[in-house]
């Protein structure tokens, strides 16, 4: 038999979007139900997880290992892969994504960059004629994205002459972090070319904050941070528990119900046995990531919706977004000392923004301040030295090792399609998402000079052994899917994250990103689960 649950609201996903809905809307009186596919983590368990991980998973910054995929709930591995999300297509390479399923969701693991997007990323066809505009402003988004650095606790720099830094009406809420050896010596070497590199604003503490301790600058914020000065999607989901909110793990949501005016009234769940539950409520959101979002959409597909919820457009799972990469490591002539501070700490922000960008894409450049201890160890054992040979060779690489990448802004592209796949099933038999990749055109008229880049900056540290991608790498910064727009007929969403098709189901999550910038989507994110939350409230509390 059965069981049912109800709630005022229902919240699919306990990621960091679908714990600040839930908070928030704890907080304003209502009840507050949250179904979450994958299980509860606890930090200490992770850590020892990190400890254990194989060396070839942490060479290759498989930052998903320490979380292991339940069969309810697949998430990426990359070693060895399991072909979740299965990706085809010219540029399969440039979406091999990094997420986790499971309550706080993938910041757990993140690099916690809590970029805003500039203005004109916003309104990108409507300054330069390409992509899409997104259905709301920055100017209508900055309160939001204020009230997203508050909550999250955002360190940032408050230099209003820095370039192409977003504009602001309110300081961040902390002074950045100091920068470590290597982004001092960076950010000096650069600059003799002309290149300004910034600080990252992060989500990091730079002093106590909001129960949390400063950050000390143990550098392995990927894959996780062992002391919790990095915000994480887990701290909203345990506030929202504090004011009410119930939240159920191994809960693999498969169906939505609608009634004849095509509102959602009931979903229903798996739990790992298969038994399934119904659960009613008044306002449902879907906060799951980019991947798990449309492909739920999809599945959910009923007689009303033929083909899927929300779906009349024929945008659910179109215009799937990264930022392809191109990754350069090499030796530079004199120790950089990577590894001090946390793993991103600064970025070059010149080429933002500007005129160039109807023709190619704005870029973002940077330097990775992860430490290159096990780099280093792995290549001097190939080596084949031993002994004080061995450890002066690691010592010498673990310091003078670079890695410097290249992040490209890539167009919507309804052609860029997440669909169910037709061969691979998880354990409860629900498809896998099944994903065709091309980073299209505006993305490669960049790729010259995004390499001519790349190369001058390793010249001037003197480097050797040079080494790039000869592809595109993915970020795991996953927008689009679940697209924003004006008109119900080529987009999933309003400004206001509402789905076109069904009053009360909305939509927290990159998903409705319609342009992809240069910098890290998940601010951006939280600000646009801010303004869901605020049009859910206006409904349910003040109707």
Same mark, same amino acid.
């Given at each position: 038999?059965?069981?049912?649950?109800?709630?005022?609201?229902?919240?699919?996903?306990?990621?960091?979007?679908?714990?600040?809905?839930?908070?928030?809307?704890?907080?304003?009186?209502?009840?507050?139900?949250?179904?979450?596919?994958?299980?509860?983590?606890?930090?200490?368990?992770?850590?020892?997880?990190?400890?254990?991980?194989?060396?070839?998973?942490?060479?290759?910054?498989?930052?998903?290992?320490?979380?292991?995929?339940?069969?309810? @709930?697949?998430?990426?591995?990359?070693?060895? *892969?399991?072909?979740?999300?299965?990706?085809?297509?010219?540029?399969?390479?440039?979406?091999?994504?990094?997420?986790?399923?499971?309550?706080?969701?993938?910041?757990?693991?993140?690099?916690?960059?809590?970029?805003?997007?500039?203005?004109?990323?916003?309104?990108?066809?409507?300054?330069?004629?390409?992509?899409?505009?997104?259905?709301?402003?920055?100017?209508?988004?900055?309160?939001?994205? *204020?009230?997203?650095?508050?909550?999250?606790?955002?360190?940032?720099?408050?230099?209003?002459?820095?370039?192409?830094?977003?504009?602001?009406?309110?300081?961040?809420?902390?002074?950045?972090?100091?920068?470590?050896?290597?982004?001092?010596?960076?950010?000096?070497?650069? /600059?003799?070319?002309?290149?300004?590199?910034?600080?990252?604003?992060?989500?990091?503490?730079?002093?106590?904050?909001?129960?949390?301790?400063?950050?000390?600058?143990?550098?392995?914020?990927?894959?996780?941070?062992?002391?919790?000065?990095?915000?994480?999607?887990?701290?909203?989901?345990?506030?929202?528990?504090?004011?009410?909110?119930?939240?159920?793990?191994? /809960?693999?949501?498969?169906?939505?119900?609608?009634?004849?005016?095509?509102?959602?009234?009931?979903?229903?769940?798996?739990?790992?046995?298969?038994?399934?539950?119904?659960?009613?409520?008044?306002?449902?959101?879907?906060?799951?990531?980019?991947?798990?979002?449309?492909?739920?959409?999809?599945? @959910?597909?009923?007689?009303?919706?033929?083909?899927?919820?929300?779906?009349?457009?024929?945008?659910?799972?179109?215009?799937?977004?990264?930022?392809?990469?191109?990754?350069?490591?090499?030796?530079? @002539?004199?120790?950089?000392?990577?590894?001090?501070?946390?793993?991103?700490?600064?970025?070059?922000?010149?080429?933002?923004?500007?005129?160039?960008?109807?023709?190619?894409?704005?870029?973002?450049?940077?330097?990775?301040?992860?430490?290159?201890?096990?780099?280093?160890?792995?290549?001097?054992?190939?080596?084949?030295?031993?002994?004080?040979?061995?450890?002066?060779?690691?010592?010498?690489?673990?310091?003078?090792?670079?890695?410097?990448?290249?992040?490209?802004?890539?167009? @919507?592209?309804?052609?860029?399609?997440?669909?169910?796949?037709?061969?691979?099933?998880?354990?409860?038999?629900?498809?896998?998402?099944?994903?065709?990749?091309?980073?299209?055109?505006?993305?490669?008229?960049?790729?010259?000079?995004?390499?001519?880049?790349?190369?001058?900056?390793?010249?001037?540290?003197?480097?050797?052994?040079?080494?790039?991608?000869?592809?595109?790498?993915?970020?795991?910064?996953?927008?689009?899917?679940?697209?924003?727009?004006?008109?119900?007929?080529?987009?999933?969403?309003?400004?206001?994250?509402?789905?076109?098709?069904?009053?009360?189901?909305?939509?927290?999550?990159?998903?409705?990103?319609?342009?992809?910038?240069?910098?890290?989507?998940?601010?951006?994110?939280?600000?646009?689960?801010?303004?869901?939350?605020?049009?859910?409230?206006?409904?349910?509390?003040?109707?």
């Amino acid at each position: 038999m059965s069981k049912e649950l109800s709630a005022d609201v229902v919240i699919i996903g306990a990621g960091i979007c679908g714990g600040f809905v839930a908070k928030e809307l704890a907080e304003a009186g209502l009840s507050v139900l949250v179904l979450e596919a994958g299980p509860r983590w606890e930090r200490a368990q992770v850590v020892e997880n990190w400890r254990n991980m194989p060396p070839i998973n942490k060479s290759e910054s498989d930052y998903a290992t320490p979380y292991p995929a339940s069969p309810w @709930a697949v998430h990426p591995q990359l070693h060895p *892969y399991n072909e979740y999300p299965q990706v085809d297509g010219p540029d399969a390479s440039a979406y091999r994504q990094g997420v986790v399923r499971g309550v706080g969701g993938t910041t757990w693991h993140w690099a916690a960059s809590t970029w805003r997007f500039l203005p004109h990323d916003l309104q990108l066809h409507t300054t330069y004629g390409v992509g899409r505009d997104w259905a709301v402003t920055y100017d209508e988004l900055e309160d939001y994205y *204020y009230r997203a650095e508050v909550a999250m606790g955002v360190n940032g720099p408050n230099d209003t002459t820095l370039k192409y830094v977003a504009p602001r009406k309110q300081p961040f809420p902390m002074e950045p972090m100091p920068y470590g050896p290597a982004d001092r010596l960076f950010t000096e070497v650069v /600059a003799r070319a002309g290149y300004e590199n910034t600080p990252v604003p992060q989500a990091r503490n730079s002093r106590p904050y909001d129960g949390r301790p400063q950050c000390c600058g143990n550098n392995n914020c990927m894959p996780i941070c062992p002391i919790g000065a990095m915000f994480n999607g887990i701290l909203a989901i345990t506030k929202a528990e504090q004011l009410g909110a119930k939240v159920i793990t191994n /809960a693999v949501v498969y169906s939505m119900e609608t009634n004849s005016s095509n509102e959602i009234v009931a979903v229903n769940f798996y739990d790992p046995d298969k038994n399934s539950t119904r659960v009613t409520g008044k306002t449902f959101v879907l906060a799951g990531n980019g991947i798990e979002s449309p492909k739920l959409l999809l599945l @959910a597909a009923n007689d009303q919706n033929p083909d899927g919820i929300a779906n009349s457009s024929g945008h659910v799972g179109r215009n799937m977004m990264d930022h392809p990469g191109i990754l350069m490591s090499f030796q530079a @002539a004199e120790p950089v000392w990577t590894g001090g501070g946390s793993v991103q700490m600064s970025s070059i922000t010149n080429f933002r923004d500007g005129d160039f960008r109807r023709d190619h894409s704005a870029i973002q450049i940077g330097m990775n301040n992860t430490s290159q201890n096990h780099k280093a160890g792995v290549k001097a054992l190939q080596m084949g030295l031993v002994g004080k040979k061995l450890d002066a060779e690691i010592r010498r690489r673990a310091a003078c090792g670079m890695d410097i990448y290249v992040n490209h802004d890539i167009l @919507a592209n309804p052609d860029n399609r997440l669909r169910l796949s037709t061969t691979k099933k998880d354990g409860l038999g629900i498809p896998f998402p099944h994903i065709t990749y091309d980073v299209g055109d505006y993305v490669r008229r960049a790729e010259p000079s995004s390499r001519k880049h790349l190369q001058q900056i390793a010249e001037l540290f003197g480097a050797t052994e040079i080494e790039s991608t000869p592809y595109f790498n993915p970020n795991n910064h996953i927008m689009g899917g679940t697209i924003m727009g004006h008109d119900p007929k080529d987009s999933v969403v309003d400004g206001w994250m509402r789905t076109h098709d069904h009053r009360n189901l909305f939509i927290a999550s990159g998903g409705a990103m319609a342009s992809a910038g240069t910098v890290n989507s998940t601010l951006s994110m939280v600000a646009l689960s801010l303004r869901a939350v605020d049009a859910i409230k206006k409904d349910m509390l003040h109707a």
